[in-house]
């Protein structure tokens, strides 16, 4: 079964941290560029940050910049994000996506029509 499955997410205090893991199943990990988004009630889907499959390059939407820090494993078929510092605005679904038409993460956060598999999403709250 082709899928991408999230974990790690949890309530955490504010100034807390969170690591969230995307695991690949039924195809090659290492051939894909990796995302991370976020959706919160009420509001549309935002990018959290990219890797790409080429050189590990990244990116970062600006409000998590500076907190979170995006990285892969293909050979564990596993992406990551480990989030630090964390705010209540971070509050939200976070769900991890996979493309393959881009080696880079040109236009990673407009173009989500462009993923071909997106993981059901792992709720991070954040609250005191």
């Known amino acids: 079964q082709l899928q991408l499955v999230e974990s790690g997410g949890g309530l955490v205090q504010p100034g807390g941290s969170l690591r969230l893991s995307c695991v690949a199943s039924g195809f090659p990990l290492e051939y894909y560029t990796i995302s991370w988004f976020r959706q919160a009630p009420g509001k549309e889907r935002e990018g959290v940050s990219c890797i790409d499959n080429n050189n590990g390059r990244t990116k970062y939407g600006d409000s998590v910049k500076g907190r979170f820090t995006i990285s892969r494993d293909d050979a564990m078929k596993t992406a990551y994000l480990q989030m630090n510092n964390l705010k209540p605005e971070d509050t939200a679904v976070y769900y991890c996506?996979?493309?393959?038409?881009?080696?880079?993460?040109?236009?990673?956060?407009?173009?989500?029509?462009?993923?071909?598999?997106w993981g059901q999403g792992t709720q991070v709250t954040v609250s005191s």
């Open positions: 996506a996979a493309r393959s038409r881009f080696s880079s993460c040109v236009n990673w956060n407009v173009q989500l029509h462009e993923y071909d598999y």
